[in-house]
């Protein structure tokens, strides 16, 4: 499957690995019709969405990004050949970017549980959905992200990774269920992405994430740590 998702922190600025990684995908599977980037920057989430690698770096050249930590998405030209049935999605606000890639199978259940709420979920993107329920989560007094995101993952059927990006807390975290996630490690580089054969061309080692446990990757020094398993 042609359509990727990349987290990644550095001890430089993100934004020219996250680029690296995507030239080595357009390389790999050809131009894209959907590219993303998103990163945390003066403490709010900065990012641009558009339709091609070349027009992404045109863009950042006049419109500059850069931050510590970030995240990225693609979505190739044969994705509609290939139906909605596991897409590739980038949705943020300023205080959350997330990349998905997957597909929930319980889409309108939860739609319905959001509105009902009071969180509004018009859309018919999946990543959207994961971005509200977060919100909605987030917004209860004493809930930490890590709370938040596991949480999340209860609301889910179906089969997905997720990279979420925290703006008032500094930290990446990642999530998968049934989709195949890695972690590479390099000296000043930390990366989380859903191509290993991309990974492995900007790490040194690369290790499988494991299934339904929520990882973080803290900006103090840069370290992870293994959170809570959600079954």
Known sequence: MQQRIFGAWSETDVIPTLLEGLQHLEVEYGNFEKVGIA??????????????LQNLQNVLQEQSLSGHFGVAYTCPKSAEDMGKNYAAHMCANERIAIVFHGMIENFAETQHECLALGY?????????????????????????????????????????????LFAEENLLMVARRGCQIAIGVDENVTLFGSDTKALTLLSRRVMQLEEGSPTVLCSVAGEIVKGRTVN
């Open 39 to 52: 990163t945390l920057m003066e403490g709010r989430i900065q990012c641009q969405n558009t339709h091609s």
């Open 120 to 164: 509004p979920c018009e859309t018919q993107n999946d990543g959207e959905i994961v971005l509200g329920i977060l919100n909605r989560y987030l917004k209860i007094s004493g809930i930490s992200p890590l709370d938040a995101l596991t949480l999340t993952l209860t609301c889910l059927k179906g089969y997905f990774a997720i990279i979420a």
